[in-house]
């Protein structure tokens, strides 16, 4: 029995050296945790985004990536457009980057998104995520955020 393997390019299959295949979990689904709120953070007003990162069994899972965040209004009429608010960049690649950015209690990734004021009370709006991994596939998710009083 050999335990070398190799990866086969587009397929969550790893070819054994003995030519068998098995499975082995990559990422497939991205997901805008629902503790994602607004809060008080370092003294800063800050949106905490939480994002799980789904294998194909929609287990949480740790993977390198980049990730974009838009917030932006929802329209309140027929017909209007959302207007952006804020967008960032992150991204976890290595080690120390994992160890700062993972909560294994919610099993997401924790980024403290820094806002200049908080967004006013009643306004709706929508966080979306693009993310991107070391193969090239980006996932996108969205959700509606209610803006409450902020926490500390």
Excluded at 41 to 53: Q, S
Excluded at 141 to 147: F, I, N, R, Y
């Amino acid at each position: 029995m050999s335990l070398g393997c190799a990866t086969v390019p587009g397929n969550s299959s790893v070819v054994t050296a003995d030519g068998s295949k098995v499975w082995q979990a990559q990422v497939a689904t991205v997901r805008i945790h629902p503790a994602t709120r607004y809060r008080v953070h370092d003294g800063k007003p800050v949106l905490e985004a939480r994002v799980e990162l789904r294998d194909q069994m929609a287990d949480p899972m740790k993977a390198s990536a980049a990730f974009a965040f838009e917030l932006a209004t929802v329209g309140t009429t027929p017909g209007s457009a959302p207007h952006t608010l804020y967008r960032w960049q992150r991204r976890v690649a290595t080690l120390v980057e994992q160890e700062k950015h993972y909560d294994a209690v919610t099993r997401a990734y924790v980024f403290p998104l820094e806002i200049t004021d908080f967004v006013s009370a009643g306004l709706s709006t929508r966080l979306s995520v693009a993310v991107t991994l070391p193969d090239g596939r980006t996932l996108l998710d969205s959700a509606p955020l209610v803006v409450l009083q902020p926490s500390n």
